[in-house]
């Protein structure tokens, strides 16, 4: 007389109080799907690390369309309103560095630098791409750069968390005071280079000139408005009036 096997083992399973589930169909996937898989279920920034080159900025120009750039933020800017002939807006500015210290400084307007504000943070490392680069404008570049980048909304930018990376916090350039010419103006140089010469007063007044040229150059033709007893600095120039009241004071120490 035949068995009933799979009814004597449910009626012993529910007997003992055991719940059994039906068996799954195993599907079996090609190694394409298998990988395909695995990279859907990849954060963002590992995938675009998997599926994209990064390049170096010192590979990049206006000319290329399409690239990644893995770099960290190693300064960022306040938010700023500006209001010209074409209407009011907001920018703000962040300064990049890849894995071998090249520096580029990024800007972003409006619904860009609504968008990507929050997002960067000092010290983190990101994944970069769509967005533009174009000839710097030397007299506002903040780093040793031929080009500057462009965010726009549809850029990409993701943190790359949970990865290895050696992209450096900082990088410092030393110049001679004797070769500062490219890089400074003709009243900056004049007070550098009279430093080891010229009594330690001059130097003081010189010094304290070139601040104030700096600072009203910058309300005049780079600050956004604001009261006439107020200027909003950015990073850059935050710590310059500091830096030029304490060498007054230590000149009138000495």
Request: aromatic residues 8%; glycine residues 6%; charged residues 20%.
């Amino acid at each position: 007389m035949p068995m009933d096997v799979d009814g004597e083992t449910k009626s012993e399973a529910a007997t003992a109080g055991i719940v059994l589930k039906p068996k799954q169909e195993v599907v079996a996937k090609s190694t394409a799907q298998i990988v395909n898989d695995q990279r859907t279920n990849m954060p963002p920034s590992t995938r675009m690390a998997i599926t994209r080159r990064v390049h170096p900025f010192v590979s990049l120009n206006p000319y290329q369309g399409n690239w990644t750039i893995k770099v960290r933020v190693t300064s960022k800017g306040n938010m700023r309103t500006y209001k010209n002939a074409r209407g009011e807006g907001c920018v703000f500015n962040v300064e990049l560095t890849d894995e071998d210290g090249t520096q580029i400084q990024a800007t972003m307007f409006n619904d860009a630098a609504r968008k990507f504000f929050d997002k960067f943070h000092m010290g983190k490392v990101y994944y970069i791409s769509k967005g533009t680069l174009k000839d710097a404008n030397k007299q506002f570049k903040t780093v040793q750069n031929d080009y500057e980048m462009t965010l726009i909304e549809n850029s990409e930018v993701e943190e790359a968390s949970n990865e290895p990376t050696f992209i450096p916090k900082t990088k410092f350039s030393f110049t001679p005071i004797d070769e500062l010419g490219p890089y400074i103006n003709g009243r900056e140089l004049v007070a550098a280079s009279e430093i080891p010469s010229a009594p330690l007063v001059q130097v003081r007044d010189q010094a304290t000139n070139v601040c104030i040229n700096i600072l009203y150059s910058y309300r005049i033709f780079c600050a956004t408005v604001s009261s006439s007893g107020q200027l909003i600095l950015p990073e850059a120039l935050k710590l310059l009036p500091l830096y030029t009241l304490g060498r007054r004071s230590l000149c009138s120490l000495a």
